[in-house]
């Protein structure tokens, strides 16, 4: 099974802060790597596909980057809205597998 | 607007069977893998199983395999998950979700197991 490790597993910022949230699997996924944000009690949605790929919708202040085994999710100023619990996801193989969550709080 | 909504969660003791099912809307439903995803109380993420268009590959993560089925309608537009053996462990919200990237979600149904 491919794992993927988030970091931080937390993190206090403020509005207005740029942010970046790294994702490694444990091995090789090419770009099949998908980023979701889950505010409190709601369903995850849907941000970044294909490690870069904004979804419809998203604002451009986030950014994805990467290949291989090392990706990052970038907030390039942070709002509000914002604050929420970020996860990373490979579609590589199977079994499909999630980072353990971002956590992102305000400072 | 792609819409998905879940039902059939409740609470059920171990050993239980329960069914859930996804109806959707906005999207041409036969023309997507869909996934069922699970998230246990507090905790993060986890993928349980997914489909492909006709039902011909089916994919389970290992601790559901054999109690688990997924399924689907094309013509109802609806996926479904037949859950037999439950136990403890298996309680969770239940999402479907679009596609292997899993880019629309529903709002997730809620399964409790408890004696």
């Known amino acids: 099974d491919i794992q993927m490790t988030q970091s931080p597993s937390s993190l206090s910022a403020s509005v207005g802060d740029r942010v970046t949230i790294t994702c490694r699997a444990s091995q090789g996924i090419s770009n099949y790597l998908a980023w979701f944000q889950q505010r409190p009690g709601k369903a995850p949605k849907s941000l970044i596909y294909a490690a870069s790929h904004l979804q419809s919708g998203v604002p451009s202040r986030f950014s994805g980057f990467g290949s291989g085994t090392d990706f990052t999710l970038t907030i390039s100023s942070l709002q509000p809205e914002d604050f929420a619990t970020y996860y990373c996801?490979?579609?590589?193989?199977?079994?499909?597998?999630f980072g353990g969550g971002t956590k992102v709080e305000i400072k | 607007e792609v819409q998905l909504v879940e039902s059939g969660g409740g609470l059920v003791q171990p050993g239980g069977s329960l069914r859930l099912s996804c109806a959707t809307s906005?999207?041409?439903?036969?023309?997507?893998?869909m996934s069922w995803v699970r998230q246990a109380p507090g905790k993060g993420l986890e993928w349980v199983a997914n489909?492909?268009?006709?039902?011909?590959?089916?994919y389970y993560v290992d601790s559901v395999k054999g109690r688990f089925t997924i399924s689907r309608d094309n013509a109802k537009n609806s996926l479904y998950l037949q859950m037999n053996s439950l136990r403890v462990e298996d309680t969770a919200v239940y999402y479907c979700a679009k596609g292997g990237s899993h880019d629309y979600w529903g709002q997730g149904t809620l399964v409790t197991l408890s004696s």
């Open positions: 906005g999207l041409t439903f036969s023309n997507y893998w």
């Open positions: 996801q490979q579609y590589s193989s199977y079994p499909l597998t």
């Open positions: 489909i492909n268009q006709d039902e011909s590959e089916k």
